[in-house]
């Protein structure tokens, strides 16, 4: 089991949640499969792997980070193990408990769907696909500085034409 365990986190390592700055100073992991989930959802859902409650451990225990007295004295950080794999989720990343059980178990659903399914996850594909862009995107941009590059080399080997009215 642990095994498992550890491959699962080398893997979802490579697709490595983010950190980044929110409102009032609270700072959260943003996971692939939630960036979208303001407006679009890229994933599909049927696609995930279904949750049974029973092979869930649900714990809130007390929050952390800056907020004061409002995060770090309430008990709305959730923590989601899923007992036959091993695989935790913690999340804090509102203060709602009912929000952040809602999103514990879609991050939870996500790490299920990579673990299972590998390479072939939806979001190990999602992760390929936009670097693959982000790839093809710079190599865009170097091919055409580099033809802004030769271009100005002509110019500039070019003979200017003198003026002998003189």
């Known amino acids: 089991m642990s095994r498992l365990l550890v491959s699962v986190r080398a893997v979802y390592a490579a697709l490595c949640p983010t950190t980044v700055r929110r409102r009032r100073g609270v700072t959260g992991c943003v996971y692939p499969g939630l960036l979208s989930s303001a407006g679009k ?3 599909v859902a049927s696609e995930l792997p279904v ?3 029973e092979e869930l451990e649900e714990q809130f225990v007390r929050g952390h ?3 004061g007295q409002a995060t770090n004295k309430t008990s709305n950080c959730v ?3 899923h007992v036959p794999t091993g695989i935790v989720v913690k999340c ?3 203060r709602s408990v009912d929000l952040n059980r809602k999103r514990a178990r879609e991050i939870l659903r996500e790490k ?3 673990a299972l399914k590998g390479e072939l996850s939806e979001i190990s ?3 390929k696909e936009s670097v693959q862009k982000k790839q093809d995107k710079r190599r865009k941009v170097n091919q ?3 033809k802004k590059r030769l271009f100005k080399e002509a110019l500039a080997a070019e003979p200017k034409p003198t003026n002998t009215d003189s």
Do not use: M, R
């Open 79 to 81: 923590v989601l193990k």
């Open 65 to 67: 980070g800056p907020g």
């Open 144 to 146: 055409s500085l580099e």
């Open 51 to 53: 949750l049974n409650e």
């Open 125 to 127: 594909v999602k992760k």
């Open 92 to 94: 804090h990343q509102t």
């Open 112 to 114: 299920l769907d990579v």
């Open 41 to 43: 959802k890229d994933l």
